[in-house]
């Protein structure tokens, strides 16, 4: 059956309902940057990864190296930390000795990487991505995932539109490329961006999810290395598909538990929210005024207690945690008193939260009369970083020579 597309193009921005026919070029502009996909103006998870990162930064600075081969990494007995896409024409790939990559590509440019130059042109990039969404999780150096829900809806425009628009101002301002990723997920959504690599942009639904991913090799399903594939393959399961119909408790018996997100993201499900981490400005607080003055540690408790379940439920939602809280005060007199506190460890839990600010408020209170009390969360972070390990986190971890 034919399902109706609706067709964005990546320059004009125009967008087309009910088409059934994509066709090559955009009607309004011309270009051939068009992208279309039935449910393409409800998806609203993205994942936005730049393309050969070190080396795209090197060659914006280093126009006569454009059409040039280019590995970015250690000296002759180092590895290639990132390789233009012209290198990789030459089959030199990230992590491969240097030496052998000169081998296959002799007239290729090498470069030492200059990771202040770079950590600073990412830190501008996520400032663009955050213009496009506050929900932004950066996962490394040159990749994050967006949640646009929200910002789209606000904006009356559909995700991919302002994703479209986002790569093409990360071209315009910081002059590199990016490949993006949109489906209903993060696990797909990185399988997405992975998908039409340089810069692409890709997209899965919840209609096509299975049918997209199911004949792809295990090892696309993010976080699955080498390692782990070989020891699936051996056990017969070398396709997604294959997890379909394997036997979950035999996985984890053999792998732990792992195993059970394994055989969760074959199945195109993946509950992980994006969770803004890093440099994100926001903070999360709930206050109230008092029907009458309150004096007391124990009659302001019993206001603050709610406040802070308020607080810890809208960290959870938003997959973040504080490491820092703020106590607002106001007196009868109208004269307002914040004191801030750090954390030890990042928290999302209502007793956590009170249980730090009490000491906060016992140093305050002195017998004078208080009309309002209020907590902010403050210097958020992810979730991840409160709540117990994640199980999968121990296989992700990703190497620098693989930031691709
Ligand atoms: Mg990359």
Redesign the pocket.
Known sequence: MLHPLTRLCRDCGRLDDDVTDPGAVCPGCGSARVIAHPELRSLSIAHV?????YASVEKRDRPELADQPLIVGGSERGVVTTCCYIARQYGVRSAMPTSRALQLCPHAVVLRPDMEKYQRESRRIKDLMRVATPIVEAVSI??AYLDLSAAAAERNEPPARSLARLSLQIERKIGVTVSIGLAPNKMLAKIASDMGKPRGFSVIGNADALDVIGPMKISAIPGVGPVMSRKLEELGLLLVSDLWTASESDLIHRFGLWARRLVTFARAQDERKVSASRGASVTIGAETTFNADLRTFAQIDVELRPLCETVARRLSKSGLAASGLTLKLRRADRRTITRACRLRDPTAQAELILKAVHPVLAAELDGQPYRLVGVTATRLVSDRLADPPDLFASIRSKSLAD??
Do not use: L, R, S, T
């Not at 990864?49 to 990162?53: G, I, L, P, R």
């Open positions: 990864d730049c393309d050969a990162y040159d990749e930031q691709d």
